[in-house]
């Protein structure tokens, strides 16, 4: 299983990015999905999640601005960033909660990272 993501790039302040994650490979049921993010000298956060269903959770400080979604038929979850701010600036990562058998447990899998860069 693997998971490609894309869309990063540099922006200005105020401005909008949407990120894209697809999984493929050997996938019975794809799970909980998201994104993280990891600033240079920090700690790698959660910055939203959904699950199959369509539930989400946001990180206090995207709230508002940032929207999760997904397409079960495409294994992609999406990220769409508006009013971004130059404290977004980071690497995103996206992960997914992946079954590959219907008797096989669900392992986590995470993509590359792409970059996120917010000029003020």
């Known amino acids: 299983v693997q998971l490609q993501a894309s869309g990063g790039g540099l922006v200005q302040a105020r401005g909008s990015l949407r990120l894209s994650c697809a999984a493929s490979?050997?996938?019975?049921?794809?799970?909980?999905m998201g994104w993280y993010r990891q600033a240079p000298g920090k700690q790698r956060e959660l910055v939203a999640a959904?699950?199959?269903?369509?539930?989400?959770n946001y990180a206090d400080s995207v709230k508002g601005r940032f929207t999760i979604s997904r397409d079960n038929a495409k294994n992609t979850v999406y990220l769409q960033m508006n009013s971004l701010k130059p404290e977004d600036t980071a690497v995103y990562y996206c992960?997914?909660?992946?079954?590959?058998?219907?008797?096989?447990?669900?392992?986590?899998?995470w993509g590359q990272g792409t970059l996120v860069t917010v000029s003020s």
């Open positions: 490979g050997s996938i019975f049921r794809v799970n909980d």
């Open positions: 959904i699950l199959r269903g369509g539930s989400t």
């Open positions: 992960n997914a909660d992946v079954s590959t058998g219907w008797d096989t447990s669900p392992y986590l899998y």
